[in-house]
């Protein structure tokens, strides 16, 4: 799964080489933590949170194939 979310998002930003993603479990559930340059926020949010929304839900899905709960959160640097 986080092959593919760092294949999609990188594919809709203008910086890709910023785009990290990191696998953090936690009871059960694995949560994708999505670190990007600040002016691409918008881009992988999309207009009213369509782009995040459909990542979200194909990772969801990719994961229950596996047998597994998976979701994408977008993960803001402080300073």
């Given at each position: 799964?986080?092959?593919?979310?760092?294949?999609?998002?990188?594919?809709?930003?203008?910086?890709?080489d910023a785009v990290?993603?990191?696998?953090?479990?936690?009871?059960?559930?694995?949560?994708?933590?999505?670190?990007?340059?600040?002016?691409?926020?918008?881009?992988?949010?999309?207009?009213?949170?369509?782009?995040?929304?459909?990542?979200?839900?194909?990772?969801?899905?990719?994961?229950?194939?596996?047998?597994?709960?998976?979701?994408?959160?977008?993960?803001?640097?402080?300073?």
């Amino acid at each position: 799964m986080q092959a593919f979310v760092e294949y999609v998002v990188r594919g809709l930003v203008d910086r890709p080489d910023a785009v990290t993603v990191t696998p953090v479990e936690s009871q059960g559930l694995t949560v994708l933590e999505l670190r990007l340059h600040p002016t691409d926020v918008a881009k992988v949010i999309g207009r009213q949170g369509t782009s995040i929304q459909a990542i979200r839900s194909l990772v969801q899905v990719g994961g229950a194939k596996q047998g597994k709960r998976c979701t994408v959160e977008i993960v803001e640097e402080e300073g």
